[in-house]
């Protein structure tokens, strides 16, 4: 068999490749459209060969009639779904944090940083840049606010990114958004100089617990009475139907008065959702 024959030998039947779409999207809300079959084809390579399968055909064929779907649905979305993120990831998002929510927030009856802990949810938090800049700035502002504690949870669907988050281990160029003074605070330098990874500070990592939970679900293993709740950069792989039975299902984990992020890339228009807008892709649940 030459080159060219192997190489075709190595796609997924068009058949297949729907069939598989159209399980992620109905597990996991993301939508795989023709466009990303080859995006596809890439992520689940190596899943195969840790099976020990010749090719995309014996796969499927082992998810689709040989009884392996259930048991294979957990790593087939490790494979695929996407886990971009940085710290600091649209930074203005952490002004706004600052200077509207935190001050709106004590202010309110039955305040956090007074009676009990401020209440945070990292909902798709991926490797854990996100939850731990929050962390951050939190733990910042209560240098200033005698009383004052918090507490954050980190959701993911990935189980390999909730391992990389629990870790607090980062590549050295990674934390180049960070502020330095946080940077000096909060991350720990190897010795070696050849090891170009940091660690996050014990006090971040200990204000920060993750676990495994899919958008999807109809109810959501999460405290309701959440103060703020960052769900972003996840919604956009959603269709628009997805994205407000999952906003909705946001809104009633979020207390009155609290605060919903969404990605600047990412709308509420035209949903039906009890929340105002107070900033850029920022909103307060009436």
């Avoid at 927030?105 to 949810?121: A, E, F, N, Q, Y």
């Avoid at 008065?257 to 990605?263: E, Y």
Wanted: charge should be neutral; include cysteine.
């Amino acid at each position: 068999m030459d080159a060219q024959a192997l190489h075709l030998a190595d796609q997924m039947k068009l058949r297949d490749f729907t069939r598989l779409a159209s399980i992620i999207e109905e597990y996991s809300g993301i939508r795989m459209p023709p466009s990303k079959k080859t995006m596809v084809e890439g992520r689940l390579r190596r899943r195969i060969r840790s099976l020990g399968l010749p090719g995309f055909d014996e796969y499927c064929q082992l998810l689709f009639d040989g009884g392996l779907l259930d048991h294979e649905l957990v790593d087939l979305i490790d494979a695929v779904s996407t886990n971009k993120t940085d710290f600091f990831r649209e930074e203005q998002h952490f002004h706004v944090l600052v200077d509207v929510v935190l001050p709106t927030l004590v202010g309110l009856p039955d305040r956090p940083g007074m009676s009990r802990p401020l209440k945070v949810w990292s909902a798709a938090c991926s490797n854990g840049a996100e939850p731990y800049s929050i962390a951050m700035v939190l733990d910042e502002f209560g240098r200033s606010q005698r009383g004052f504690s918090f507490s954050i949870l980190g959701t993911d669907i990935s189980t390999d990114v909730l391992a990389k988050a629990r870790m607090g281990v980062y590549p050295f160029e990674m934390i180049e958004p960070v502020p330095r003074e946080l940077q000096r605070r909060h991350f720990l330098r190897p010795r070696d100089p050849e090891n170009r990874t940091v660690r996050l500070s014990p006090v971040i990592r200990q204000a920060v617990h993750f676990g495994r939970m899919n958008l999807m679900d109809e109810e959501y293993p999460v405290d309701k009475g959440m103060d703020v709740i960052f769900c972003r950069n996840v919604l956009f792989y959603f269709g628009k139907e997805k994205q407000q039975e999952v906003l909705v299902h946001l809104c009633r984990h979020l207390r009155q008065g609290g605060f919903l992020f969404i990605s600047h890339t990412e709308s509420v228009a035209g949903m039906n959702l009890p929340v105002a807008q107070v900033a850029t892709s920022v909103f307060q649940r009436k």
